[in-house]
């Protein structure tokens, strides 16, 4: 197997703790432990934990709590990974063989894609299509169902998306999912964006529409818990005790802290104040960057994302967005993600999720950044 660079990972790994101002990350801003461990019971449990080896699919008592969000599934349902990139890849381990046919929604996080190019996949991108007037993005049916063949193994999406924040609604999961029926491919979908809507509605699941569907997610992106690394694969029970087999090759199983902390964390009332408070971010910064880009509408064009601390934005400058990106960062001390990550030159994704007082400042840089290079 030989892997492509996972280009923006890379960026992102090198620089993310280098720069001033970090507006390369999707999610909210993290939690303090304090934030989360607010019950002495819960504080005095950690404290006297024994760090033992955990179970390694995840405590059944965490594989309950996420199967709880999904209806009609069991802690058989679950795999507990290390973060959803560990989910990720188990899943496009077991699915893909060489000289498969994948098709993949994009733009798209990368890791999924690189996957089924190191597997040896034959990969068929899928774009989102942009409406007319610009302000929305949507899956293409059509075009879809016209690339999917009898070769067709795997269709990959993301829901909510990243880069563009947008949902996918109830109906168009109902027809990729006969889509994929009709020639028995199977479905991954990342849902790690999902709980982070501005309209307080959960983006709908793709879980329970086709039995050949697998949900890859975790408490990174709209939790604000990157830090505790727990992801999680729901499927059927045979498919998840497949993955975890595969599991027993790649990390084990995730951290004892991490799954206590986790337990706590899905508990029906701290998962609400949890989404609570990043709606209260997303509510506010939101505002702040699109005042900021309305501040610069000769030079942006965008869709208002509906989910997730990002905005996918258009620019006007005739410049390649790894250099202006690479610019940015040498000259202001500010990360942001180019749109050739994506695949889509003359783009930009900029992260709104940190505290807001930083965000201006990191977009003020920008705007010096953008009025030099008029110049």
């Not at 169902?145 to 829901?159: A, E, F, G, P």
């Not at 990043?278 to 000769?298: F, K, Q, S, Y």
Request: overall charge negative; charged content about 20%.
């Amino acid at each position: 197997m030989k892997i492509p660079r996972f280009a923006m990972e890379r960026m992102q790994s090198t620089y993310e703790n280098l720069v001033d101002y970090n507006l390369s990350e999707s999610g909210v801003h993290p939690m303090r432990v304090e934030e989360l461990i607010q019950d002495p019971a819960d504080r005095a449990g950690v404290l006297s934990q024994e760090l033992v080896y955990p179970q390694s699919n995840g405590t059944v008592a965490l594989r309950e709590l996420v199967a709880a969000m999904y209806p009609g599934a069991t802690a058989d349902h679950v795999e507990v990974t290390n973060g959803g990139s560990e989910a990720n890849f188990v899943t496009m381990w077991h699915l893909v063989e060489q000289g498969d046919e994948v098709v993949a929604m994009v733009p798209n996080y990368g890791q999924t894609l690189g996957l089924a190019e190191g597997f040896g996949a034959v990969l068929r991108p899928w774009p989102l299509r942009l409406s007319a007037d610009g302000r929305r993005w949507s899956a293409d049916l059509d075009h879809l169902h016209s690339m999917v063949s009898d070769k067709t193994r795997l269709i990959i999406i993301c829901n909510p998306n990243n880069p563009t924040g947008a949902r996918i609604t109830a109906a168009d999961l109902d027809g990729i999912c006969r889509i994929a029926g009709r020639v028995g491919a199977w479905v991954l979908s990342d849902e790690i964006y999902r709980g982070a809507e501005y309209d307080g509605v959960e983006t709908p699941t793709v879980w329970g529409r086709y039995e050949r569907a697998i949900i890859t997610s975790g408490l990174s992106k709209a939790y604000g818990l990157p830090g505790l690394r727990i992801g999680w694969i729901v499927g059927a029970p045979d498919v998840v005790a497949t993955t975890w087999a595969y599991h027993d090759y790649t990390t084990i199983g995730p951290g004892t802290l991490s799954d206590r902390f986790a337990r706590i964390a899905l508990q029906p009332a701290m998962r609400e104040k949890i989404l609570a408070r990043t709606r209260g971010i997303l509510h506010t910064n939101l505002p702040v960057i699109t005042d900021w880009l309305g501040a610069h509408r000769e030079r942006f064009s965008y869709a208002m994302p509906e989910a997730g601390a990002i905005v996918y934005t258009r620019y006007h400058d005739a410049i390649n967005s790894t250099v202006l990106v690479d610019r940015l960062r040498v000259q202001k001390s500010v990360l942001i993600v180019p749109g050739d990550h994506f695949g889509m030159d003359g783009y930009l994704r900029i992260g709104f999720g940190s505290e807001t007082r930083y965000l201006r400042d990191g977009l003020d840089r920008l705007a010096d950044l953008l009025r030099n290079l008029r110049g």
